[in-house]
């Protein structure tokens, strides 16, 4: 992220913005880029000064009703209209992370970059910012680089992933493509759980001549008068704050996931059928 945004010098390689070179400090006197923002886990701000001065700071050149407006806006956005006239440096980490985020929003780059922003949120707040930020970027054509551990988050903000091992890209494209069709089970874990369906499992062999990879959204229990793929008995089921997550097994004792919005009993046999 800071070599993109140019406060870092590369080793090898290049960064092209806009058709031309991003250079790093060996090159720039005041290293980054005013086409971009970046919010970094050093949570950059401006010690000495309030929160809304650190809004204001951003907003130069504007005239105080557009200032006043906007950093309003922001302040209540952040939950931070109570912190608005408190002196950066007796902030807590979440909340000078939540100010960091209001500098790089006061106005829109061409490209924000997000090094694990939302960190020390809770969830509604960054369900909240992300809406924000969304509409934002849509309404001024910009583009946003997330970068995040956790599969969840990528999964919900990105439109196209790029899955990154070893310093290495192992795989990118959107992300329906990532999730459902990964190119490895170490790739496939990281996103979440899995299951390996063999040919022998299916109650129509000819039908499925190779493994199966399948995610636990895409098995659908059926009526046994309905087309079958699998005849699974249930071992557990139990609720996980978002859905029934069961366990089960197949005719050859191959245990799968599945995740449903019905709750079925354990040592039950149930019909599934395997959705594209």
């Known amino acids: 992220m800071k070599c993109i945004y140019g406060l870092e010098d590369l080793d090898e390689g290049e960064v092209i913005f806009e058709g031309k070179k991003v250079l790093g400090p060996a090159y720039n006197l005041i290293p980054g880029y005013k086409d971009m923002k970046l919010v970094s886990q050093d949570f950059y701000v401006l010690d000495l000064h309030t929160v809304e001065e650190n809004i204001f700071d951003k907003l130069i050149g504007y005239t105080d009703e557009v200032k006043q407006k906007r950093a309003n806006k922001l302040l209540k956005l952040l939950d931070l209209v109570a912190l608005k006239d408190s002196k950066a440096k007796y902030l807590s980490s979440g909340q000078k992370q939540r100010v960091a985020i209001a500098r790089a929003l006061a106005i829109i780059p061409r490209v924000l970059l997000l090094d694990e922003p939302f960190s020390n949120l809770d969830t509604i707040l960054s369900e909240k910012l992300f809406a924000f930020i969304t509409r934002e970027v849509k309404k001024n054509k910009a583009s946003v680089i997330l970068i995040t551990h956790l599969a969840d988050e990528a999964l919900k903000y990105a439109d196209t992933l790029a899955v990154i091992d070893n310093g290495k890209i ?55 008068k309905s087309p079958i793929d699998l005849r ?26 599945i995740y449903s919005t019905k709750k079925l009993e354990t040592n039950t046999v149930h019909y599934y059928t395997v959705e594209n």
């Open 170 to 224: 192992i795989q990118m494209g959107e992300k329906w493509q990532v999730y459902y069709q990964p190119k490895n089970t170490k790739l496939a874990g990281l996103l979440g759980s899995f299951n390996i369906i063999k040919p022998e499992d299916f109650e129509n062999k000819s039908k499925h001549k190779t493994k199966l990879f399948v995610r636990p959204d895409k098995l659908k229990l059926v009526t046994p």
């Open 232 to 257: 699974l008995v249930i071992l557990n089921c139990v609720y996980n704050g978002k859905c029934f997550e069961i366990l089960a097994e197949t005719k050859t004792g191959n245990s799968l996931v």
